[in-house]
């Protein structure tokens, strides 16, 4: 569904791998846990942050991790690399250890690309390439959090009917 949203202004395929590594830290079995009753607090989006940067090139691992890594709390500060003591940032989520969630590779398999045309021609045409930066990134993060509210939207109530058709087949 966030490829589907981000179809709109080309970037649907930053918008497919957002859509699959935002959750996946529900892989690991402390998530597991919760789901079956268990009330300790797990961070599942750090995980998709992490391994966006272990998949990706810094620059793409960047504007992927900020949409994933805030899709519940809103988009993180940056941090600093120097003081990982900022815990909330996106670079001191990097460093922070997580459980293990590699159960995740018996069924999603990851590109090793991204298109990335759609943001060249938006920072070419561009009179400040990091508010326009800014702004793509706030349009992918606005696409995964408008799709991760609607499925779970009809995950909890499937008699809701919104009319909506979304295109599942973009990869």
Do not use: W
């Amino acid at each position: 569904m966030t490829a589907a949203f981000a179809k709109k202004f080309s970037s649907e395929e930053f918008g497919y791998v957002i859509g699959l590594l935002h959750d996946i830290g529900k892989y690991s079995n402390a998530f597991q846990r919760r789901i079956r009753g268990n009330n300790e607090r797990v961070d599942h989006s750090t995980a998709g942050l992490q391994l966006s940067y272990e998949e990706f090139q810094q620059h793409i691992a960047l504007i992927l991790g900020f949409c994933i890594s805030g899709h519940h709390g809103g988009l993180p500060d940056i941090g600093t690399k120097i003081d990982y003591k900022e815990a909330h940032s996106l670079h001191g989520r990097l460093k922070k250890d997580l459980e293990d969630y590699s159960n995740y590779r018996s069924e999603i398999r990851i590109p090793k690309t991204i298109n990335l045309d759609a943001i060249k021609k938006i920072l070419q045409n561009s009179d400040s390439e990091d508010f326009s930066l800014s702004f793509y990134i706030r349009m992918l993060f606005s696409c995964l959090v408008d799709a991760d509210f609607l499925d779970t939207e009809s995950f909890m109530k499937p008699n809701i009917n919104r009319g909506i058709i979304y295109d599942y087949n973009l990869m």
